[in-house]
């Protein structure tokens, strides 16, 4: 059995703009190390990797998700380049007032 390791996108992978929303390719940034400390883990130790990530709104008028995967999708493969590949991604759409237990807290 694996060990499971969960990581968060925004804010830990890439950084969180002032409207929490990467919706455009602009707002795509990286964290500084992020290549080279995932990458070491990647090479080095036998993880089961999870991003998680609340998107609130995502698919909504104020988050359309043709926003949403364009950004995404390049941050997966700028990460796929340095052999940094995620066993799954668990991304959350709902609001904070919600209270879902599929939201990351």
């Keep these: 059995m694996r060990p499971i390791l ?7 992978l890439i950084r969180d703009p002032n409207d929490y ?4 390719f602009d707002k795509l940034n990286f964290m500084p190390g992020v290549f080279t400390f995932l990458g070491e883990i990647c090479r080095e130790l036998d993880y089961y990797l ?3 990530t609340n998107q609130d709104g ?6 359309p998700e043709d926003n949403f995967w364009g950004p995404h999708k390049l941050l997966l493969r700028a990460l796929n380049s340095e052999a940094i590949f995620f066993d799954e991604i668990l991304i959350d759409r709902s609001f904070p007032d919600e209270n879902l237990p599929t939201r990351k807290k």
């Design 58 to 63: 995502l698919g909504t008028a104020s988050f």
């Design 21 to 24: 929303q990467i919706d455009s």
């Design 6 to 12: 969960f990581i968060d996108r925004d804010g830990t």
């Design 50 to 52: 999870v991003m998680v």
